[in-house]
Nanobody, 125 residues
Framework: QLQLVESGGGLVQPGGSLRLSCGASRFTLDYYAIGWFRQAPGKEREGVSCISASGGSTNYADSVKGRFTISKDNAKNTVYLQMNSLEPEDTAVYYC??????????????????WGEGTQVTVSA
């Protein structure tokens, strides 16, 4: 079974940056669409960004467009989420997820099969 591990969360001041990583062991991420989701206290989980299995297609939530960038390093079997100009509203637990059923060229914010345990991102002065 695919196991995902997130890292890179932490405490950062408003306007700062963090880079989250989503790694996998035993299986290559080359066959999976990867999504980043977040859940803040008292709020529903929301899709933040996703990248297709091919790496050629990405999507972003409107709230993070222009600030976050998703990328995939096949050699390291890792997907990254670069987060710049962070705002207090970005505070949440961030999860990466993998979908083996998406078309190779596409990604989405729908149902994902495999999930990591999450990493906390706190944006505060």
């Amino acid at each position: 079974q695919l196991q995902l591990v997130e890292s890179g969360g932490g405490l950062v001041q408003p306007g700062g940056s963090l880079r989250l990583s989503c790694g996998a062991s035993r299986f290559t991420l080359d066959y999976y669409a990867i999504g980043w989701f977040r859940q803040a206290p008292g709020k529903e989980r929301e899709g933040v960004s996703c990248i297709s299995a091919s790496g050629g297609s990405t999507n972003y939530a409107d709230s993070v467009k222009g600030r976050f960038t998703i990328s995939k390093d096949n050699a390291k079997n890792t997907v990254y989420l670069q987060m710049n100009s962070l705002e207090p509203e970005d505070t949440a637990v961030y999860y990466c997820a993998a979908d083996p059923y998406s078309e190779r060229r596409l990604c989405h914010f729908g149902e994902y099969t495999y999930w990591g345990e999450g990493t906390q991102v706190t944006v505060s002065a």
